[in-house]
């Protein structure tokens, strides 16, 4: 069974870092895209970085570009998403996603792609 368990988030100032990470179980990263994905009250769910496990390709929204990184780490079937410089525009719910990998990695970020969600996890930028 798909378990994916997103930890991490928290309250943090304008500026600050956090390092989000995404636990897989019930399958190994290799043949998988993993997406981060982003919620906030009111607005539609925003696709904001992804790597294929695969070859370590990565894709990244423009709004976070320079700002996030994400990695992972296929030995402990983790991904992890290093966000800098974060802006209170950046509060939502943060939310991992895996996508399996069939023909080739589909990395641009659409919601459709992926086919098991995380519960997600707060984070909230605020002075």
């Known amino acids: 069974q798909v378990q994916l368990v997103e930890s991490g988030g928290g309250l943090v100032q304008p500026g600050g870092s956090l390092r989000l990470s995404c636990a897989a179980s019930?399958?190994?990263?290799?043949?998988?895209?993993i997406g981060w994905f982003r919620q906030a009250p009111g607005k539609e769910r925003e696709g904001v970085s992804c790597i294929s496990c695969r070859d370590g390709s990565t894709n990244y929204a423009d709004s976070v570009k320079g700002r996030y990184t994400i990695s992972r780490d296929n030995a402990k079937n983790t991904v992890y998403l290093q966000m800098n410089s974060l802006k209170p525009d950046d509060t939502a719910v943060y939310i991992c996603?895996?996508?399996?990998?069939?023909?080739?990695?589909?990395?641009?970020?659409?919601?459709?792609?992926?086919?098991?969600w995380g519960q997600g996890t707060q984070v909230f930028v605020s002075s």
């Open positions: 019930g399958f190994t990263l290799d043949d998988y895209v």
């Open positions: 996603a895996a996508q399996r990998i069939r023909v080739r990695p589909r990395l641009g970020l659409l919601p459709e792609d992926f086919d098991s």
